[in-house]
């Protein structure tokens, strides 16, 4: 199975501020990474697919970036709604699987 | 505009089988993947599996053998069964899709608000 470490698992920045997670998979990939935004109570929300395309209707402040093993998601200006618990999920063999998550907070 | 609606019961006791239907409404069921992804309090999220409205199933390799998915078309329905189940099965179920028919995409952009399962005695 390929395994996703993600990093940080959580993190405090402020509002303004860029933020970057990391998923680093166990071995290629390609672009089969997909990033999800999940706040508490709800189900997630797709934002990035293929590692760099962004989901119809979110906010251009969200970016994803990488290929084969390494991945990196950004948001470039910190806002207070983003306040969420981030997952990088891979489809690259059909035992798909998450990341651990990063939960975002504001410091 | 398509919604996804899980049901079943909240609680399971250990050794029996976790049953969950999932209802689609507002759209037609056939022409696409559906998956089971769960998520114990606190905990990350794990995919169960997925069928696509012919039948044809993929399940993670770690569940394999306790699951079995089927899908009504005619109720627009599908289903997961998840059996022996113990007290480590207990989360929120969620039922997800790529709301485009007839891909193959693997990711999920259509979910269910998730239906919490308990097993305990």
């Known amino acids: 199975d390929i395994q996703m470490t993600q990093s940080p698992s959580s993190l405090s920045a402020s509002v303004g501020d860029r933020v970057t997670i990391t998923c680093q998979a166990s071995?290629?990939?390609?672009?089969?990474l997909n990033w999800y935004q999940q706040k508490p109570g709800k189900a997630p929300k797709l934002l990035i697919y293929d590692a760099s395309n962004l989901e119809t209707g979110v906010p251009s402040r969200f970016s994803g970036s990488g290929s084969g093993t390494d991945f990196t998601f950004t948001i470039s200006s910190l806002q207070p709604e983003d306040i969420a618990t981030y997952y990088c999920?891979?489809?690259?063999?059909?035992?798909?699987?998450f990341g651990g998550g990063t939960k975002v907070e504001i410091k | 505009q398509v919604q996804l609606q899980e049901s079943g019961p909240g609680l399971v006791k250990p050794s029996e089988t976790l049953s969950l239907t999932c209802t689609v409404s507002g759209g037609s069921i056939s022409s696409y993947y559906w998956s089971w992804i769960r998520q114990p309090a606190g905990k990350g999220l794990e995919w169960i599996g997925r069928?696509?409205?012919?039948?044809?199933?993929n399940y993670n390799p770690s569940l394999k053998s306790r699951v079995t998915m089927s899908v009504d078309t005619s109720k627009n329905q599908f289903s997961l069964k998840l059996s022996s189940v113990t007290a480590a099965d207990t989360a929120v179920y969620y039922c997800a899709t790529r709301a485009v028919a007839g891909t193959e995409d693997w990711y999920f952009d259509l979910w269910g608000r998730g239906t919490l399962v308990t097993v305990s005695s």
């Open positions: 071995q290629d990939i390609s672009n089969y």
């Open positions: 999920q891979q489809y690259d063999n059909p035992a798909l699987t």
């Open positions: 069928i696509y409205t012919s039948g044809s199933t």
